[in-house]
């Protein structure tokens, strides 16, 4: 679906969004239940450490920025964790652990934050329809179940909802081949698209059940195919990304994913003066500071419909050093029944308009003051403004709502 855009007007403003709640994120003692999306140990290429561990990575990040981050975990699905007799089986050799299972209760072990994940291979059905490994729950009974348990060990956690990504549905096995570029662009509208939707249909439920917990949701897997398909398509070799059908991933993935999730805990872009190491791909080692950009404005902007933060516990902003005085850059009207209009300093940015799946639906370089967008033929809906500065390249984010 095509936008026609004719000489006028466009936008830019800080995003914010918000949650009331004052919650301290510079500090995390981290429980994760959950799967080698997570946390990937029997790599076909073994790396020096945990280069294949999202808190591997947290931690770095972390370390980086002066904030505090131990972590441990039950590796398995949901359906496992639920019977309540899971132990402290997940460690990794940099991160300082949380609970020795051996040694204490859970109730005695401070934790501040709990994370979930679901089997990846399970979103042919609702997440409240009987479970694919058990019927006798849901992928939100389960979830239920295990909150109210920590909830009563541990009153005021934070609950996350890490969303994964895909196993892949390939004519061939990978390895030894590798997909077509058509599986590929498959694969990864699947991830931002249906996948997705199944994952926001389960935290609107648990919100829904349990609202008291506020709990919130990282879109890993979204952001990582948007990545890979919008930001830098094509730049990493397939078998340098993912190494089987899983899917399980290499460093580089892992690395990606470890920005995504530290982001959403920590409510803050990555560190800016982090030396990426070399065993991550030098496409994403070049490209740093921009990738954490675009994490960032796609967290910012990952809200409900009433522009509630579906990720952070606290209120936020956008990444962006746009002087709203200087550059005078508005959009209007909002909300839109089909044709708004942008105004100001437009030849300073690159313009993209996307919806909530993160599809670019169109990316403007202009030299004109003003620009006039129609979105007729776009369904109704939540949709994004994304900015980026042409100097700096530092991003910003604001919504429009089609009527």
Known sequence: MQIKVRLFVFVLLSVSVASALGQNTSDHRLFIMGNSTIDHQLQAIPT????TSVPHWVYLFAQEANASFAAGGDFGFLTQHDDLNFNSNLGWDIVPGVWDADQEPFADADISSVM??????IQYVGPDDAHPLDAATS??????????????????????????????????????NLPAQSEIDDYHNETTGPFHDW???YQDLVLASRPEL?????????????????????????????EDSAPHGR????????????????EEITPTGYAVPAIIHPVVRDNYQSLADFIWAELSAFTDDEGRSRVFFNTTTSVSDVDLVEDCIVLNPNPSSGIFTISGMLSAYHLDIIDAQGHVFE????????????IN??????????????SNLEMSLTKILKQ
């Open 377 to 390: 033929d776009l369904p109704a809906g939540l949709y994004f403004i994304r900015m980026q500065n042409k």
């Open 214 to 242: 506020n709990v919130r949701m990282i879109p890993v897997g979204r952001i990582l195919s948007q990545i890979l398909r919008d930001e830098i398509p094509g730049q990493i070799p397939f078998d340098e990304v993912y």
């Open 116 to 121: 979930f994940t679901t089997a990846n291979f």
């Open 139 to 176: 992928v939100v009974q389960s979830t239920e179940l295990l909150m109210d348990w920590v909830d009563q060990q541990e009153s005021g956690v934070r609950y996350y909802l890490y969303e994964n990504w895909p196993e892949m549905d390939l004519q061939q096995a990978f390895p030894p």
């Open 363 to 374: 990316s403007l370089d202009t030299e004109d003051a003003a620009l006039t967008i129609d």
């Open 199 to 201: 994952w926001l249909d």
């Open 251 to 266: 460093a580089t993935l892992y690395f990606l994913a470890g920005m995504i999730t530290y982001m959403g805990m920590y």
């Open 48 to 51: 020096p450490s945990d280069e």
